[in-house]
């Protein structure tokens, strides 16, 4: 568990993690943040700068997930939608407030189901988002 989340991924777009003030939970570890996340999906630049990603509940182990991103002109996660679907191995490395790696969780049989673009309105000013539904036959935890 010693290695960091920059060391856990390669790619420029991986996410950074500040230093926190949390305090380390009853077990003197430090619990993992929800905004300290790396997402390796197998494509051509390994992480491609998800700004969320959402796990469903699972079921017999197999279950779906949620990426979301910014939308800048990049065509990977369309091309995987229209590929034929080959199955990927998708790595989430989640960190603490220091940038230490807690735990990756390993999607074994990942599947594109669906891309949806955030809603379009001329008179907001919010980032157009694109958002990837990916089924996956199994999860497990390397670390």
Do not use: H
């Not at 430090?30 to 969320?52: E, H, I, K, N, V």
């Amino acid at each position: 568990m010693g290695r960091s989340l920059q060391q856990a991924t390669s790619s420029p777009s991986r996410r950074w993690c500040l230093p926190s003030r949390r305090s380390n939970s009853s077990s003197g570890r430090s619990p993992a943040l929800a905004s300290c996340f790396a997402l390796d999906w197998g494509g051509p630049d390994g992480s491609t700068g998800f700004l969320r990603v959402e796990p469903g509940p699972l079921t017999g182990g197999a279950g779906e997930l949620r990426l979301t991103r910014a939308v800048d002109g990049r065509r990977d996660l369309m091309e995987w939608l229209a590929d034929g679907k080959a199955p990927r191995t998708l790595r989430l490395s989640v960190a603490d407030g220091g940038g230490q790696t807690v735990a990756v969780y390993r999607f074994e049989g990942a599947r594109p189901v669906s891309l949806q673009i955030s809603p379009l309105d001329a008179l907001a000013d919010d980032v157009l988002t694109e958002t990837l539904l990916v089924s996956f036959e199994r999860v497990q935890m390397e670390i």
